[in-house]
């Protein structure tokens, strides 16, 4: 790389100002994507639900609207002002089918980083993974109270390869 920028400093001395502006042109940056999406790294979803029923006993429920094909990498829970800190959240998957992540009695906006524990030869060993999905993730509320005119609940899923 230096040898390149000295022979283009050589030949901009002896060929004038034409040769700086094309040493000007010939340096900038390539165009940059404007995020990992771009690139196919880091997916998102989010959910957004309203709550109806009962102080202490509404329900919700949404799913993501594509599927997440791939691993998950983090969640994020961000609750209304009107969710008592008896709120319920469970997401699951169906292929496979499991629960990805249970939050009870909570109305704190928090980030979670769900991970399965590995099996080898029948057993549990004692590293975790990413969990793997092929499915929209679904989303229940319960234990709520009733909230229509904002999103009780929004969840945001980042997922990748």
């Known amino acids: 790389m230096r040898r390149m920028v000295l022979v283009v400093v050589i030949a901009a001395v002896m060929l004038g100002v034409a040769a700086v ?3 000007a042109v010939g340096t900038a940056d390539p165009a940059r994507a404007d995020s990992s999406a771009n690139y196919g790294w880091i997916h998102k979803e989010v959910v957004q639900m309203t709550t109806t029923g009962t102080a202490g006993s509404a329900t919700g429920s949404g799913s993501t609207t594509e599927y997440v094909r791939g691993h998950i990498y ?3 829970l961000e609750y209304a002002a009107g969710l008592p800190t008896t709120t319920d959240v469970t997401l699951s998957g169906t292929s496979p089918a499991l629960t990805v992540l249970s939050v009870t009695d909570s109305m704190t906006d928090s980030w979670y980083y769900p991970a399965v524990q590995e099996y080898a030869a029948g057993s549990l060993v004692s ?3 990413r969990i793997p999905m092929d499915s929209q993730v679904s989303v229940a509320v319960a234990q709520a ?4 005119t904002t999103n009780a609940l929004t969840v945001t899923v980042l ?3």
């Not at 109270?145 to 229509?148: A, I, K, M, S």
């Open 21 to 23: 502006g094309l040493l």
């Open 74 to 76: 983090g969640i994020h």
């Open 127 to 129: 590293s975790y993974t």
């Open 145 to 148: 109270d009733e909230v229509t």
């Open 159 to 161: 997922w990748g390869e």
